[in-house]
């Protein structure tokens, strides 16, 4: 079982940015899809940013320009960068790694981080 472990939340004015890191116990990033996720309260969990195995980027309408999600295989660590921060964009942020290895999929999450933005 591989563990995600997520960092870098806290409170922040608004205007003001974070950086989120998502450690691996195991190299997976290199094989997978990773994506980072929020739930904000009373909210259904939505995907913010994913990077694919081939380094392209997706990211939600409402971060656009704004967070960043980059990838360091040989650290096993996700990054997602966050500027220009909102109080909308307060939630529980949440790691996520999905793949096939060995023909069997793999999905894997971390227990998340509270990154909260004062108005």
């Known amino acids: 079982q591989v563990q995600l472990v997520e960092s870098g939340g806290g409170l922040v004015q608004a205007g003001g940015s974070l950086s989120l890191s998502c450690a691996a116990s195991a190299s997976i990033f290199g094989i997978s899809t990773a994506g980072w996720y929020r739930q904000a309260p009373g909210k259904q969990r939505e995907l913010v940013a994913a990077i694919t195995m081939g380094g392209s980027t997706d990211y939600a309408d409402s971060v656009k320009g704004r967070f960043t999600i980059s990838r360091d295989n040989a650290k096993n660590t996700v990054y997602l960068q966050m500027n220009s921060l909102k109080p909308d964009d307060t939630a529980v942020y949440y790691c996520?790694?999905?793949?096939?290895?060995?023909?069997?999929?793999?999905?894997?999450w971390g227990q998340g981080t509270q990154v909260t933005v004062s108005s």
């Open positions: 996520n790694a999905r793949g096939t290895l060995l023909l069997r999929k793999f999905d894997y």
